[in-house]
């Protein structure tokens, strides 16, 4: 863990094993602070990864598993880093063309992916339990919405 971490982690219970995130508040405080209301409220327990993409990322986060869904609070402004970079592990918040439409849905890469750098909010880090990530089960097509998706039994923040 880097120093410019809070100490604080995300820790998302999936079927085949625990995922780590440690959180990075120095480059989103917003966007971390809600990730750690809504999963300390219990709004992530559940929640299905509705778009999964095979060698891009794992997206969840919606209450309705459709995409279109989000949390009762408004959505975030861009918290866009121009250091920080989307890396196999990197979480990211899910947002619609408007920049400042972040709200609840966050997505974790599977690769590196050059053109989402300086785009989208970065979040934190998986620091362990990325082969529980990399089983989840993928969706089809070009959107890669998923049927009968895998879903967070339970997320928490851990200090």
Same mark, same amino acid.
């Given at each position: 863990?880097?120093?410019?971490?809070?100490?604080?982690?995300?820790?998302?219970?999936?079927?085949?094993?625990?995922?780590?995130?440690?959180?990075?508040?120095?480059?989103?405080?917003?966007?971390?602070?809600?990730?750690?209301?809504?999963?300390?409220?219990?709004?992530?327990?559940?929640?299905?990864?509705?778009? !999964? *993409? %095979? $060698?891009?990322? &794992?997206?969840?986060?919606?209450?309705? =598993?459709? #995409?279109?869904? +989000?949390?009762?609070?408004?959505?975030?402004?861009?918290?866009?880093?121009?250091?920080?970079?989307?890396?196999?592990?990197?979480?990211?918040?899910?947002?619609?063309?408007?920049?400042?439409?972040?709200?609840?849905?966050?997505?974790?890469?599977?690769?590196?992916?050059?053109?989402?750098?300086?785009?989208?909010?970065?979040?934190?880090? !998986? *620091? %362990? $339990?990325?082969? &529980?990530?990399?089983?989840?089960?993928? =969706?089809? #097509?070009?959107? +890669?919405?998923?049927?009968?998706?895998?879903?967070?039994?339970?997320?928490?923040?851990?200090?």
């Amino acid at each position: 863990m880097t120093e410019t971490t809070s100490g604080h982690k995300l820790v998302l219970e999936l079927k085949d094993g625990k995922v780590v995130i440690a959180l990075r508040p120095d480059l989103a405080p917003k966007a971390v602070e809600r990730l750690e209301t809504l999963a300390k409220e219990g709004f992530y327990n559940g929640v299905k990864f509705h778009r !999964v *993409i %095979e $060698g891009f990322m &794992a997206q969840t986060g919606d209450p309705t =598993g459709t #995409g279109t869904g +989000g949390s009762s609070y408004p959505d975030l402004p861009a918290e866009f880093s121009q250091t920080a970079v989307f890396d196999r592990g990197t979480v990211g918040m899910a947002r619609t063309m408007d920049p400042n439409s972040a709200n609840s849905q966050f997505f974790i890469m599977f690769d590196r992916v050059p053109s989402l750098d300086g785009q989208y909010t970065i979040v934190g880090q !998986v *620091i %362990e $339990g990325m082969e &529980a990530v990399d089983k989840v089960k993928r =969706g089809a #097509g070009a959107s +890669g919405m998923v049927q009968n998706p895998d879903h967070i039994i339970k997320a928490y923040v851990e200090k």
